[in-house]
């Protein structure tokens, strides 16, 4: 099992388990962004979030999966397609509190133009995306930002090309708020979530995720890590551009960006009855 | 009697707004019109042209000869060679020997057409107060509008050599296009929601929306038709009453989420405009191709609606219908339309649709104390994503006996219309209808139109049953019709009863009746 960077993680008083039977491996990290999407929901219902306003969105692959463990209405939709399944919540009701939970093969392969058009939009959404590097639940396939060489049974000579870098595409398409934490670091997360959440817009959050089983780069993450501060956006992209992906030098962890702009819904739903 | 006029000219002369104005002032005059828009895919130069069909009786067809033409250019004369008959009369701008002609000799600016639109006024002896009427409507507040009356009034008094009196009814005609016609479906169904990206022939019901959104509903173009399909399904979940729109490539797109509005029971409606394909096609050209995409698109099991209207009427009901299935059932509507029905004008009495109680969510996220949860994954009735067998029975199962309960429920609508009297039977759908209709007088025949695909009215059987011999009339090559009939009734018709038609160009009354005459019937 991956070791849990210890912090203090706080108990929640609102109740939002659930009885499914969770099949993540024992041992995996979701079981960390779990808790502390948990602790992030718990914490702002009790600052006077309304529960029923939160919606959870789900791609497809082991995130989807923690739609059935968080104890609030949810949608599990489509691989890939939980962004503009997001955006559709947002315009049906303005009002929903609307988190995706998307994986790396989902939000950066097979849905990527609706990533960055999020960031276009500014819609105000949440997206968490739980990067382990690979497709995992189809047993362990190279994604658009698992780290040149990687050799698996689909890439018997190592993969060619190069990642894409999400955060700087995330910044370059307009997000007001971008930022990456490990998933070994459940108290750092929830700090996160939280800000995502509550910031008004379009919010990345991008959990590095070793998958236990196909792609474990926890030493790198406990071992290589930096915290970045908030900074505007030009100087968040080269700061974001001194971490390729690759399992080497150091990888920035924080909130990389953070700025005030118009939301989809203020520009264009001020009709809505 | 039917009197045709062509308009034809350059992309960006506003041949199709000539027609327009022509169709639908006519029609308030009290005659029956039906206006077809031809163009290709282009923004300026090549030829377009439209055909107005005028008569004193219902007309949802152009004839294959014209009687008047409005030659805005030099190539209608000769493009248009085989339509001529010698009593063809011609206004043209430009010098010309065609015999039985008239020079306009108007200024060659954006008034030219005012002047055109008057001859046909001054041929037909027509009121002019009509025109000019229309023209201030129509383009009040516009720059041009003081020199397009002076243009009316000045033609008007132009001596053309000609003069042609045609019956008509003294009741105005309502006259629009089957997009328009949608539009007032959907905004009577009081709509939430509109989601489409652009593509011809489905982008005159997404201008038409776009216009109308104001206050109302909400209409946007995501960046592209998997955004739109999936956000439907999104804004549907949250609660709004929604309905998405495409055309042939476009629908390919949706289609997985076409299958996760099965498995989901999120209401949906979808507005599919056929055109000509397979792939890119003819872009800007009709075809009945999609009948079985519309129904079967999709991975998997799930049932739909599927309404084929023919007429503007039947636009604006059958969409009401489509979204009051949906939103009953949880269930994909998808109103069938293609670029005839949907870019053709019609004219039709005034009507007014008494709309249906459509019935409103009783559960969706946001309601205090309550929880509301979907999955793309097979899931129980609470939401929870399963792999158990007994719960993939039991959610299957629900979900065919609520299909049921709508092909019962969908029995109190019109499914099918029967027209005429004979011993044959035609068998159509959506736009052919016009056509159809326009050669009963002719033929021994009677037409069946199905309005319904799914759930099909398997009752027809008994029309076919009664008739002597049983057709087919189909803009597409394979008969994608009569295998639905034979899916759902048993009964295989006949290849050579099949009447089809693949070029993009709409059938005309004519080449119906001659069709049929080689197969026996007159």
Known sequence: MAKVKKAKIQKCALNLNTSAINTWCPGCPNFLILTSFKNALCNLIETGYKKEDFVMITDIGCNGKIYDYVDISGFNTLHGRTIPTCFGIKCGNPKLKVIGFMGDGGAYNEGLSHFVNAGRYNSDMTVIVHNNQLFSLTAGQTSNVTEKGFVEKTHPFGLKEKPLNPIVLALEAGATFVARVSALDVAEMERVMKEAIKHKGFSLVEVMQPCIVFHNFSDFLKTSSYKVHEMPREEAIQEAKKWNYSHEGKIGLGIFHRRTEKTFEEKNLDWKK | ?522
């Open chain 2, 1 to 522: 009697m039917r009197f045709n006029i062509l308009i034809g000219g350059r992309a960006g002369q506003g041949i199709n707004e000539l027609a327009t104005i022509l169709a639908r002032t006519l029609g308030k005059i009290g005659f029956y019109t039906f206006n077809y828009r031809d163009y290709g895919s282009l923004i300026t130069g090549g030829h377009n042209f439209n055909i107005v069909c005028v008569s004193d009786k219902k007309v949802g067809s152009y004839d294959d000869n014209v009687d008047l033409v409005l030659s805005l250019d030099e190539k209608t004369l000769e493009i248009h060679k085989k339509r001529f008959t010698d009593k063809t009369i011609f206004v043209v701008n430009f010098q010309t020997n065609q015999k039985n002609s008239v020079y306009l000799a108007a200024d060659r600016d954006k008034t030219e057409n005012m002047a055109f639109a008057t001859a046909v006024f001054k041929i037909l002896e027509l009121d002019k107060k009509h025109l000019l009427d229309e023209v201030k409507i129509r383009f009040a507040g516009k720059s041009l509008l003081a020199k397009d009356l002076d243009v009316i009034d000045h033609f008007y008094d132009k001596d053309f050599g000609y003069s042609i009196k045609l019956n008509h009814e003294n009741t105005s005609k309502v006259v629009m296009n089957g997009a328009e016609a949608v539009s007032k479906g959907v905004i009577a169904s009081d709509l939430d929601v509109y989601f489409a990206y652009p593509m011809t022939p489905s982008t005159t019901l997404l201008n038409y929306l776009a216009k109308e959104q104001d206050g109302n509903f909400f209409v946007y173009s995501p960046e592209d038709e998997i955004a739109v399909a999936n956000a439907g399904l999104g804004a549907s979940f949250a609660g709004a009453r929604t309905m998405v729109g495409t055309s042939g490539g476009g629908f390919d797109l949706m289609t997985e989420a076409m299958s996760m509005q099965s498995i989901t029971e999120l209401p949906l409606v979808v507005y599919l405009a056929q055109r000509t394909g397979p792939s890119t096609g003819v872009p800007t050209y009709n075809s009945q191709q999609d009948l079985l995409v519309s129904l079967f698109g999709g991975h998997g099991e799930g049932s739909r609606v599927v309404v084929a209207p023919g007429s503007p009427k039947e636009c604006i009901e059958k969409t009401n219908e489509a979204f009051y299935l949906a939103e009953k059932y949880g269930i994909l509507s998808i109103v069938l339309s293609d670029k005839h029905i949907a870019e053709s004008d019609f004219s039709f009495n005034e009507f007014k649709l008494k709309p249906l109680n459509i019935p409103k969510r009783k559960l969706m996220p946001g309601m205090s104390n309550l929880k509301f949860r979907t999955s793309s994954y097979e899931h129980n009735s609470k939401g929870d994503n399963t792999e158990v067998i007994e719960e993939i029975n039991e959610s299957f199962g629900k979900r065919l006996d609520k299909d049921k309960a709508l092909e019962k429920e969908a029995k109190k609508f019109e499914r099918y219309k029967v027209y005429g009297k004979g011993k044959n039977l035609i068998i159509g759908f959506g736009s052919t209808k016009g056509a159809i209709l326009d050669t009963l007088d002719s033929l021994d025949a009677r037409f069946l139109q199905i309005l319904y695909l799914s759930p099909f009215p398997k009752e027809i059987s008994s029309f076919i049953k009664s008739s002597k011999n049983v057709f087919v009339v189909e803009a597409n090559a394979s008969g994608q019709l009569a295998k639905v009939i034979a899916m759902n009734t048993g009964f295989v018709i006949d290849d050579k009863n099949k009447i089809l038609k693949y070029d993009g160009r709409p059938f005309t009354p004519e080449e119906i009746i001659k069709e049929m005459a080689k197969r026996g019937v007159k």
